[in-house]
């Protein structure tokens, strides 16, 4: 994911701002650069690979200034290259963006006709263009920013720098973070306050639509109609290395306590005037997803149980034949490919061998597409797909993946939607899964403080040998995947059905001793679960139910935990939460290796 840092000081800036990308480094990126002010104007330095091969370049010639910006990029128009990395300049003016700009071809031939000349296929060198333009009508930095702005369709934060306005920086922000950091005669800019920590704790969070105007002395907020706004200034006391434990006991613990921020990281840039932006899985993607009428999807694991709920959205909103299989069986079958169907991989680590080689099995067949849902930006997985949605859970260290299942459910939540709206999804229901995927943070927020409540549950389990996880529709995968929580981390022996089942076979299990864990939203099947939970306490089992605020008083259950109501496309990953607490509490009181649980290990690239 693209990263930005700019800094406006008295003392040269450039080690400051090459710290700044480097605790941005674990978003993931695939070229950086810095643009500074000197005595010959703007000057840049861009290298693609790593930030510490633009340090290289920096050790040969170095650049110095007191004014610059510097980003990391995470390649969507255009392949990873020098050309194509940021800041992009024209004339006096550098600019780096993080986001898509879905009208960048209109621009790009506007500014064409004008006489500018491109030199990279990025979206972003129509911004550089039209603020030079602007300034060559004799705008103001920031005018020409605002106005600039006011053309772009779709997501953005932009940091600007021009030789015209020695010392200022002007950032702008829709649908895509930027923070201000306040310091002592410095100012600074970023995407994410990692990159600050190191420099300042206070921060502005700026709205959708704000331009800001930063110089060393003074910070300036402009709101989206450009009048003067106010900010509250907020002290952060986040740890600055995204891969410490900090104050957690356990990777996991953190991970788990990481969702709002991961979630909202995922979603970002990816929404904007309550749509998904189709861009956001590559320019060729409308075409891709006009063809797709059937998907089949492939992973191992927990990105298994992801695909699992993902397959439910896609029949249900896009009405769209969705086949969901374990990679290490579907690599070793012959597969029946309908023409017309895209292939989806799906994996946090991207190296899975299992769901490596499905991928590449699904190569010399007829596949609209290969496209992959994963964490890992360079990972083999991605490299080997046409079509790519990161997930942005960061870096996750424990083996027990948490944030890596919730950020793949939300971009298949993103994924479902876009194809739905390619099918033809009327309007309203649409707009209401946009709605119910920007309520996440805070719905996952305000889940996170159950933990209390869970902790004290977690006590009846630590003697356990067994427990059983039911569920129905999309919730039938969240009880797999709190079932495979519970058995990796406690060594409990643990089992998921789909609650209708039960029945069939697995009630014959139940007595005093088994508990049952029921994971029941108050969504269209909550009556026939509830039917289905009176067979497990006719049979005397000890029934935890894990309920929304709506269905709380309806159901008779040994323990109830009452959780936010949400809808359809939120509800998966709410009621996945309670779940991973629960398995990190059991576990914890079996005094288990936790982070390292036996026999496992994080990515899984042997058969
Ligand atoms: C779950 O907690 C495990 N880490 C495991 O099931 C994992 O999801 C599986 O090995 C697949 O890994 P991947 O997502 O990196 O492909």
Redesign the pocket.
């Known amino acids: 994911m693209c990263g930005i840092v700019g800094i406006s000081a008295q003392r040269d800036v450039v080690q400051n701002l090459i710290s700044g990308l480097k605790a941005l480094e674990y978003r993931g990126y695939d070229s950086a650069g810095i643009a500074v002010l000197t005595g010959h104007g703007v000057e840049r330095l861009r290298a693609k690979g790593k930030v510490r091969d633009l340090e290289a370049l920096q050790a040969v010639s170095p650049l110095s200034g007191t004014c610059g910006i510097a980003h990391t990029r995470w390649a969507t128009h255009g392949a990873p290259s020098t050309d194509n990395a940021h800041p992009h300049v024209s004339g006096a003016v550098s600019v780096v963006h993080n986001g898509i700009i879905e009208n960048h071809a209109a621009l790009r031939a506007e500014l064409q006709a004008l006489g500018y000349e491109f030199t990279s296929q990025t979206d972003t060198e129509v911004v550089a263009h039209l603020i030079e333009h602007a300034q060559r009508q004799g705008k103001p930095l920031r005018q020409a920013v605002q106005e600039t702005v006011a053309r772009l369709h779709g997501a953005y934060s932009l940091a600007v720098l021009s030789a015209r306005e020695p010392g200022t920086l002007v950032g702008a922000r829709l649908g895509s973070p930027l923070v201000v950091g306040l310091g002592e005669g410095e100012q600074y800019l970023a995407s994410d306050i990692h990159a600050l920590l190191p420099l300042t704790r206070r921060f502005l969070y700026l709205d959708d639509g704000d331009v800001v105007e930063l110089t060393r002395e003074a910070v300036q907020v402009f709101d989206a109609a450009g009048q003067p706004a106010q900010r509250a200034v907020k002290e952060s006391h986040f740890a600055a290395d995204a891969v410490e434990r900090g104050e957690y006991r356990h990777y996991m613990l953190k991970e788990i306590h990481e969702q709002p921020q991961a979630v909202a990281d995922t979603l970002e840039g990816r929404i904007a005037g309550g749509h998904v932006l189709t861009q956001m899985l590559g320019v060729d993607a409308e075409a891709l997803l006009a063809r797709t009428d059937s998907v089949q999807i492939v992973?191992?694991?927990?990105?298994y149980h992801a695909g699992l709920v993902a397959g439910y959205w896609i029949e249900s909103f896009a009405g769209v034949p969705c086949k969901v299989e374990i990679a290490s069986e579907y690599r070793y079958r012959n597969p029946v490919v309908r023409a017309g169907t895209l292939f989806l991989g799906?994996?946090?680590?991207?190296?899975?061998a299992d769901?490596l080689a499905a991928l590449k099995m699904a190569k010399g067949r007829d596949y609209v597409a290969r496209m992959a849902v994963c964490n890992v930006p360079e990972s083999s997985i991605v490299r080997e797909s046409e079509l790519v949605l990161m997930t942005r859970a960061g870096p996750e260290i424990g083996?027990?993946?948490t944030k890596?299942f919730t950020t793949q459910l939300v971009a298949l939540a993103l994924f479902a939607l876009e194809l739905a709206r390619a099918k033809g999804l009327d309007a309203a229901r649409y707009a209401d899964g946009v709605r119910q995927l920007e309520q996440l943070p805070g719905l996952i927020a305000q889940t996170l403080k159950l933990d209390g409540q869970i902790r004290a549950l977690a006590e009846n389990f630590a003697a356990k040998q067994h427990a059983l996880f039911l569920g129905r529709g999309t919730h039938w995968p969240v009880a797999m995947e709190g079932a495979?929580?519970l058995k990796?981390i406690s060594y409990i022996h643990a089992e998921a059905y789909a609650a209708g089942e039960l029945k069939h076979g697995p009630l014959a299990l139940v007595d005093k001793d088994m508990p049952v864990i029921a994971v029941a939203p108050n969504d269209h099947l909550i009556d026939k679960l509830k039917s289905n939970l009176e067979e497990v306490r006719a049979r005397g089992g000890e029934l935890y139910a894990f309920v929304d605020e709506t269905v709380a008083h309806g159901l008779d259950a040994d323990h109830v935990l009452t959780l936010p109501a949400c809808g359809e496309f939120a509800a998966p990953v709410v009621f996945t939460l309670p779940l991973q607490l629960l398995a990190y509490h059991v576990a914890v009181l079996r005094g288990t290796d936790v982070d390292q649980p036996r026999n496992l290990a994080?990515?899984?690239t042997v058969e």
Do not use: H
């Open positions: 992973a191992c694991g927990t990105s799906i994996s946090q680590s991207g190296e899975t769901t083996v027990a993946s890596a495979l929580k990796e994080k990515s899984v």
